[in-house]
């Protein structure tokens, strides 16, 4: 069965700041990855997917994603962090379902 | 339309009455989903439908109980809950195609008292 784990339940980063959120996947065959963001009170919000085009992925409000086979990852990043981009991060897998992570608090300080 | 609307956004029940929420999506998506997210924690899948059929129940208690009227409506009908089922409640559908992702609605926040 196919997993992801998020390492880090909170990420702290300055206001400008890179961001790194950190996913591993486990997996026996090329996976289905995705980020997703979730603010307060709201529902889930896709961020980006990898799905085997290309290995470098570009999300929306500025994060990218890089699938590494090598080190199994999937780590999401930011060049410059924004005080609205604090909220929670789940990397996700799909096997026969949604296969998530247990989320990454990202909170940003000023 | 690229979106999944859930209706209420907010309910507040006893645990004698009995309510339903609503979600609904126009996107064509055949596959649809409840799930449930308690506080600082990933979503539980309960239930899964495929072309208006329940193909997944994830050992739910049967206080819920889900009804796909047609290929765009989604419910879930409550009655009897109890307090610890108070939790955000979140519907999703998916086009078929895994690679696609989910989409997923902005939830009901449920708080039985």
């Known amino acids: 069965a196919q997993s992801v784990t998020q390492l880090g339940s909170h990420v702290s980063v300055s206001e400008g700041a890179l961001v790194l959120l950190r996913c591993n996947y486990s997996?026996?065959?090329?996976?289905?990855l995705f980020w997703y963001v979730q603010y307060p009170n709201q529902g889930l919000q896709l961020l980006l997917k990898?799905?085997?085009?290309?290995?470098l992925v570009k999300g929306i409000n500025g994060f990218e994603a890089e699938f590494k086979k090598s080190e199994t990852s999937f780590h999401l990043t930011k060049p410059s962090a924004h005080m609205s981009d604090a909220a929670e991060y789940f990397c996700?897998?799909?096997?026969?379902?949604?296969?998530f992570g247990k989320g990454t608090r990202l909170h940003i300080l000023p | 339309d690229t979106e999944v609307t859930q209706t209420p956004k907010h309910l507040v029940m006893g645990m004698t009455n009995k309510k339903s929420l609503k979600c609904e999506q126009h996107?064509?998506?055949?596959?649809m989903y409840w799930y449930k997210q308690k506080a600082k924690k990933p979503p539980e899948l309960m239930f899964v439908y495929s072309y208006e059929k329940l193909s997944i129940n994830e050992s739910v208690p049967s206080r819920f109980s889900p009804e796909c009227p047609n290929s765009s409506l989604l419910n879930l009908h409550l009655h009897a809950l109890q307090p610890e089922d108070s939790a955000l409640y979140l519907c999703?559908?998916?086009?078929?195609?895994?690679?696609?992702?989910?989409?997923f609605g902005s939830g009901t926040r449920l708080t039985v008292v």
């Open positions: 999703a559908s998916n086009g078929g195609r895994n690679r696609g992702g989910y989409t």
């Open positions: 990898y799905t085997s085009a290309a290995t």
């Open positions: 996107m064509g998506h055949r596959a």
């Open positions: 997996s026996s065959v090329p996976p289905y």
């Open positions: 996700a897998v799909i096997d026969d379902k949604i296969i």
